[in-house]
């Protein structure tokens, strides 16, 4: 922006600032501020243009709490977007990201689109766990139906408000903030993500290898994915509903569906690592899944998680996914019963 020398319709310029530039205020006018650079240029700017050392320090402590967080995804920014302090539309933004700036995505949070007034918004029902006894500052919230989403309930008769998701998100130079999950797209090659099949892909991560000397991948190595996805429908309890893993058919030349768990209560971060096998080294991958209905959720950020989570386990031996760890106990799941819901066969290769 550019500072002008007086508050009227026509003024001039006296000097150019820019995002997340330091200015000294030198006077407060109605709607403006008289501001001072670093270079002693004095001039005046609109004060919503411009946030207090308070807030600006609110970012930086966002930047440091979050410094050593796993990045659960990357994606690339739609069009130009300020970062959020907290998720809303109405918080406090700062930092410009430009359009096409990728960003590592850190957590996943759901908030109402727009906040209702304090006595429009129906208490949630709790559980007296021992947690919440305690005064634990998340609240219990149980979600019905395990799958059913908890701005769902209520939303036909405007009870509840329209949730949606946000992201806090960091970019190539460190700055970390929040921003709205319709204003990114999630980095995802296309040979999988055109099988996406109505939802959204949430993640795409390379477990393995394979050679295939008719192949276009570099060095004839096609990588082998596993992914995790969910629905188009913002505002979800959960962070992903599927599972699936896709491998290369050296025979075929295409991407096959050799597992699919779905639908779960899922939560990132999804971990890929390697275990130790009868055949040796192998491939393999966790999650958390909700194990009820009971979930915590911060009431600064809207961040959802399982009240008792669960760590599951899978190794893939060539193309036949199977479950390891010490949880083999079954896996809620929201419509079928049972563990291999879209996939009776774990190991069993699959069509497109």
Same mark, same amino acid.
């Given at each position: 922006?550019?500072?002008?020398?007086?508050?009227a319709?026509?003024?001039n310029?006296?000097?150019?600032?820019?995002?997340?530039?330091?200015?000294?205020?030198?006077?407060?006018?109605?709607r403006?501020?008289?501001?001072?650079?670093q270079?002693?240029?004095i001039g005046?700017?609109?004060d919503?243009?411009v946030?207090?050392?308070k807030?600006?320090?609110?970012?930086n402590?966002?930047?440091?709490e979050?410094k050593?967080d796993?990045v659960?995804?990357?994606?690339?920014?739609?069009?130009?977007?300020?970062?959020?302090?907290?998720?809303?539309?109405?918080?406090?933004?700062?930092y410009?990201?430009?359009?096409?700036?990728?960003?590592?995505?850190l957590e996943?949070?759901c908030?109402?689109?727009?906040a209702?007034?304090p006595?429009?918004?129906?208490?949630p029902?709790?559980s007296?766990?021992?947690?919440?006894k305690?005064g634990?500052?998340?609240?219990?919230?149980?979600?019905?139906g395990?799958?059913k989403?908890?701005?769902?309930?209520?939303?036909a008769d405007?009870?509840?408000?329209?949730?949606?998701?946000?992201?806090?998100?960091?970019?190539?130079q460190?700055?970390?903030?929040?921003?709205? @999950?319709g204003?990114?797209?999630?980095?995802?090659?296309?040979?999988?993500?055109?099988?996406a099949?109505?939802?959204?892909?949430?993640?795409?991560?390379?477990?393995?290898?394979?050679?295939?000397?008719?192949?276009?991948a570099?060095?004839?190595?096609?990588?082998?994915y596993?992914?995790?996805?969910?629905?188009?429908?913002g @505002?979800?309890?959960f962070?992903?509903?599927?599972?699936?893993?896709?491998?290369?058919?050296v025979?075929?030349h295409?991407y096959?569906t050799?597992?699919?768990l779905?639908?779960?209560? @899922?939560f990132?971060?999804?971990?890929?690592?390697t275990?130790?096998?009868?055949n040796g080294?192998?491939?393999?991958?966790?999650?958390?899944?909700?194990?009820?209905?009971?979930?915590t959720?911060?009431?600064?950020?809207?961040?959802?998680?399982?009240l008792?989570p669960?760590?599951i386990?899978y190794?893939m031996?060539?193309?036949?996914?199977?479950?390891?760890g010490?949880?083999?106990?079954?896996?809620?799941?929201?419509?079928?019963?049972?563990?291999?819901?879209g996939?009776?066969?774990?190991?069993?290769r699959?069509?497109?």
């Amino acid at each position: 922006m550019y500072l002008h020398d007086r508050v009227a319709a026509v003024s001039n310029r006296v000097a150019e600032v820019t995002n997340g530039q330091q200015l000294e205020v030198v006077e407060h006018g109605r709607r403006f501020l008289r501001v001072k650079t670093q270079k002693n240029e004095i001039g005046w700017i609109e004060d919503h243009a411009v946030i207090d050392a308070k807030t600006y320090a609110a970012f930086n402590q966002l930047g440091t709490e979050h410094k050593k967080d796993q990045v659960v995804a990357t994606a690339t920014v739609r069009d130009d977007v300020y970062l959020h302090s907290v998720p809303g539309r109405e918080t406090e933004h700062f930092y410009l990201l430009p359009g096409n700036a990728k960003v590592e995505l850190l957590e996943r949070a759901c908030v109402p689109k727009v906040a209702p007034a304090p006595q429009a918004v129906p208490k949630p029902q709790t559980s007296p766990t021992p947690a919440a006894k305690a005064g634990a500052s998340a609240p219990v919230v149980k979600v019905p139906g395990i799958a059913k989403p908890a701005s769902g309930v209520g939303e036909a008769d405007g009870t509840a408000p329209v949730m949606e998701d946000w992201w806090l998100v960091r970019d190539a130079q460190g700055r970390t903030g929040w921003l709205l @999950g319709g204003r990114v797209d999630v980095d995802v090659p296309d040979a999988v993500g055109v099988y996406a099949e109505g939802q959204r892909m949430v993640g795409a991560y390379v477990l393995t290898k394979v050679t295939d000397d008719e192949s276009t991948a570099a060095d004839h190595q096609v990588p082998e994915y596993v992914t995790v996805l969910s629905p188009l429908k913002g @505002g979800q309890p959960f962070d992903f509903d599927q599972v699936r893993v896709f491998t290369w058919s050296v025979k075929r030349h295409r991407y096959e569906t050799a597992f699919r768990l779905h639908p779960i209560l @899922g939560f990132l971060p999804l971990k890929v690592a390697t275990a130790q096998d009868k055949n040796g080294t192998v491939p393999s991958f966790s999650f958390q899944v909700a194990s009820g209905e009971d979930m915590t959720v911060d009431p600064a950020t809207g961040i959802t998680r399982p009240l008792a989570p669960r760590t599951i386990n899978y190794e893939m031996i060539d193309t036949s996914v199977k479950r390891i760890g010490p949880d083999l106990g079954p896996i809620p799941t929201t419509h079928l019963e049972g563990e291999a819901a879209g996939a009776k066969k774990t190991g069993k290769r699959r069509g497109r």
